[in-house]
Every structure is written in C-alpha cells, then in structure tokens.
C-alpha cells in the first residue's frame, strides 16, 4: 500500500509538471500569436500608409524573402526615382538613440537594427550588376505608429511610419525611369515572393496594378542589352545628371576593396572621375569617417562637390573636396607654418635669377626659351623635393624629352639656388614650396583626419604632392586611390610611383569602355596624339590606353580653318546658334574651350556682344544654369559637355611637325597637342574646331 501510494504520488506530481510545461508553452505560443498579429496589423499599416506612392510611379514589394535565408522576411521593398527602400516595420516602444546604439526600454536592440543595414549592403552588390551606384540603396526602420522620429543607427534611418512617404519622396527624381525599371527587374530576383524557392519564378509585386503578374527577367538575361537601356532616358538631362552615369562595370569598382594604394586609369571618356567621386560617397558611407577628394586643378572640386549633392546628399558633408594647393596651405595654417604667397614677387625674383645668367651659359642657347627653365625647376627640381645637386645630377627626368649633360644641369642648379635665395630675401615662396612644406609638415606630425584620399587627374601632381597625400594615409587598405590618364598629361616632367615610394602590386585597374564621346569624336580625337609618346606614373612607356569598345555614335567632326579673326568669330557663333537649335540642348550644355585665359575673354566678348549669356569656368561650381560654359582646357579637365568648341587653335599646331624641330620645341608641342585632344574629348555629342594661321597638315 505504501508502494502504491508512493508511486500514484510520483505520477501526481509527473503529471503536475507536465500540465505546468503544458500551461507555459501555451502561453508562450499565446505571446508569439499575439506578437504575430502584432507584426501583422503593423506591416499592414505600413503598407497602407507607402500605397499612396503607387500612384507617383513607385513600386511596392511586400513580404519578399530575405535573401539567402528560407524564413526570414523582409516586410516592404519601395523602388523608385527616389532609389530602393528597404523597409522593416518595428512595433517598439520606449526607444532611445545614443553613441550609434539604439535601446527598446532596457534591450539593446542595436544588433536588429545591423542585420537590416547588411541587408542594405548585400542589395547594394546586387544592384552594381545594372550600375546603380552605391548610396541609392537605404535601409529604413519603421517604428509602428510613430511620427516625427528620425534617427541614424548603423546607416539605418529609425523613422516614424508616419514620416515613410515624406523620407522617402523628399530625395526627389534621381534615377531615370529606364533605370527604375532595370532596378526593379533586379530587386524582383533578388527578393523573391516568401515561399517561392527558385530565382525567376513569377513574382508578385503589391499593389497589382503597379507591375503585370510575369515572371521577372533575371541579371543574367538583362546584361545583354543593359548598356544600351542605361543610357537611355539621360542623353536628353541637363549635363550636370549625365556626368554622373554609371555603367555596371563601374559601379561594381566603386565598391571594390584594395588592401593598399590603388589606380583607376583608362583613356579618356571612360568614366575614371565619376567612379571616383561615386566612391568617394561609398568609402565616406562605409568607413564613417572622413574623405579627402583632390587634384590639381583650382575649380574642379566646387564642381564635383556640387556632383556629389547630387548623387549622394548624406555624404556631402563627409568628403573633403579641395586642389592640392590649397590643401597644403590650408594645412599649415592649421599647425601655425608661417608662408606668403605672391605670385608677381615669385616671378621677379626668378627675373632677377635669369638676369645675372650669362649670355654663353648653354640655359641661353637658342634651343631653349626661360619657360623651359622654369618648367624645369617648377616641375623636376622642385617638384621631387631636390636639395642637393648629387640627386638632380643623376635623376632620369621623367616626362623631358632633352637629354641634360652635367654641366647644363649644374647651371640648371645654379639658376634654382638664385632663384630660391631671391625668394627668401623677398620673404615669399612659390606654390612649389607650399607643397613641400606641408610634405614635410606631415612627416613631423600626422595627419588623422582622413580615412581615405582620392586623387583625379594624379598624372598632372608633383611628386612632392603624391607624397604628401600619400603620407595622410599611408599604405592602408582603400587608402589612397590615384585616378588619371598618362595621355591627359598637359603639364611638362612627370614622376613614377616608385619615386614616392608607392607599390600597386596588382591593385591596378583599366576602364576600357568609353560612353561619354561618340566614335567619330574619339577616332578624331586620337589622330592629334596618334604619335605621342609618355612615361606613365607607373614608369611604363605607352602610348595610351586602348579603349575597347564605344557604345555611342554621331556626326564627324571638323577643323575649320581662317586667315583673320572676324570670320573665325562669325562661324563661332553660327555653331553656336546650330547646336542650340539641337533637341535636349541648352546653353549650359555647351562649352568653349580654349588654351589661355585671354582667349577665353575675347570668346566672351565676342558672345556678350552677340546677346549670348555665359559664364566663364572660373565661377562654374557645377550647377546647371542656362549660361554657355568659357574657360582654358585645363579648367576644364574632368568636366564633359554635350557640345565643344574649341575656337583659337593655331594652326601650326595642327600641321605636320617640322623637320627641323628642335627636341624641347617638340617636348612643348607634344605638351599642346595632349591639351588640344584633352579638350576635344569633353565633348559628348558634337565637336568643332576653329583653327587660325595659314599653316595646315600635309595630306
């Protein structure tokens, strides 16, 4: 009997327990039902609250598989001109942002916040393959029922549900409707209909009416045609929105990672500059730091910076835009270095340098001019940093095609050292000093701002100045990353990366698909430099990189040659007139380009005259404005236009080279002749060049 009552007792309890696990577990599932419904009533809500944007043109993806999970779901995906939205719907109470954490009460729900902002940088790869550029794809967390709540957590925007349409539509018309279409056909496979288990397999897009019930075109069958449905739709856009087209494969190199110091080169119209700026956005996105974009040139950063306000608004202010020079003197104000600026004493003190040089020294044989000299000290002595004649003796001279004997090279030092004396007893230093100052600045002490430097046009900097950028960031991975085209070189000497002391190994990158010039503008073009030979940074002789494909043709092109001033100015403005009767092109489309600043005044006199508004490069900062754009071709490097002149062209210039030309008249010709084919190719549609003189190439 004791047996039996023990035992009933232990079944007592058994089952005391089981009914306890039974009650727990049925509350549990109580919870989860209710979370479900929850989940449920909010995700709705939040689909009724984005159904308004169907009617604008926007496409709504609900309850989409999470990619590469089975169960996972990702609760809307919005596709438009505004970018892609992925947006999961939270039913969170008490939530608070602090330090890049996010709380719910006492939970630290950062880590959900995480999965959606990878998410977000997973599509991103995805969309590289139809060249959408990195920052058009954004990972939005919804608080259910909330408004006027916005915070930024891991790159993810916490935002009220009543706030959706508003962050969404406020970005405006950024993608072209082509280019929403292509997006929308990659986001179809990318996020597949929750329990359809292979890619391509009809996919529903909510509400019905926006897209017809087919089965979605994969990545694989749209790159077929993909290049020629890019462009489609941007050809006719102001061409502020065309510099920042992106074809698949350069989107993809804008996310790349290099783990050192890298370059982006390829001939000219093959896309380097707006690749670097797209990455400038991405790499200030994906460090959370800061991001220096330089080059040589004084105007082209107000430009690209009013780019990147285009393409990538929430970085703008992440990404240092600023020439070379005006880094470096920015720099040592900062650390109190004590310099002066003055261009008129800097050239009379090198007068006064080439004054006392005598009539037999061999820099006065009839071969050379002073410019020459001073090129030689501005570029090659000055430009590498050179102290002692021992290192100038023996320098290979990259970029100077005359050979110097030592004895010319010792009264080259000669005039250096008058001319750097004259300059300290004037109490002035040129703009090759100010480099090297800041070099030697950041030697001492480092720099820590940046996480990332972004060189264009790197062809045309000093040593001294790749050094100096070099320095701020080291050998770091994505570092540094030069971009340019040895063939766009305009300015005399040159150096090698391994000067500075910089090593690609492997991390070197050729665009070779050019989309900004047609066929006839770019054979054209090619014919000025057919014979032209360079060193290239990477100390390799080349003679310009191949370009393998164009995907754009047009009207061939033509010099048109006058004996006097009136007639060149006459058939200037009847081209004008033409091109601005073309459809999808206004004034700020064209642009007059020539090889000095004087000649850029007369060409806007000659326009002001004719009642022709425009406005010179020196105060373009990229803005579209119904003004045609005048300025040098330098001024003009990394811009494009949908039309060029290039008026003032002398004619000798386009001539066969003389026989009896000596090696530095050849050096500078070869130096005008790049310039000239740098201007020709800004243009996009239509070129024109107006040559003066009587001299004319040889058939």
Known sequence: MTMAGESAGVEARRQRSRAHELRRQAHDAEQRAARFEIAHRTESDTARILAPLAGIGYHLLADRRWPGSRTAQVDMVVVGRAGVFIVDTKAWREVAVHDDRIMRGQEDVTDDIARLADLAYSTEAALADVGLAPGEVHAVAALAGQKRMHARVASVDVIGTHDLIGHITTRGARLTASRVDEVLAAMLTHFPVIGDDAAGAPQV???????????????????EELTDQLLDGVLEAPIEDWMAFLDPAQAKLVRRSFNGPARIRGAAGTGKTVVGLHRAAYLARATGGRVLFTTYIRTLPAVLKSLLERLAPDMVDRVDFVNVHAFASRLLKERGVAFRIDSLEARLAFSDAWNVTSASSPLKAPRFTRRYWEEEIAHVIKGRGLTHFDEYADLARVGRKHALPVEVRQAVWDLYEGYSTNLRDRRVCDFEDVVLLARDAVREVPVDHYDAVIVDEAQDLSCAMVSLLHALVGDRPDGLTLIGDGQQTIYPGGYTLGEVGISLAGRGVVLDVNHRNTAEILEFAKAIVADDQFVDIEGVDGAGDAVSAVSRSGPQPGIHHFTNRADHDAALLARVEAVLRLVGTGRGDVGILTATNPQADKVMAVLDDAG???????????????????????????????????????????????????????????????????????????LWVGALGTNRRRD
């Not at 897009?205 to 790159?223: F, G, H, K, Q, S």
């Not at 010179?616 to 236009?641: H, M, P, W």
């Open 205 to 223: 897009v909510v509400p019905a009416a926006v897209l017809p019930r087919e089965p979605a075109p994969t990545i694989t069958t749209m790159d």
């Open 612 to 686: 022709v508004p425009s406005v010179s490069l020196k105060n373009y900062a990229g803005k579209s404005s119904d003004q045609i754009r005048v300025g040098t071709i330098k001024r003009a490097k990394g811009l494009e236009f949908k039309q060029v002149l290039l008026p003032h062209v002398p004619a000798k210039l386009l001539a066969d080279t003389p026989d009896t030309e000596s090696v530095a008249d050849r050096e500078r010709r070869e130096l005008d002749r790049r310039e000239l084919y740098v201007g020709m190719t800004r243009a996009r549609d239509g």
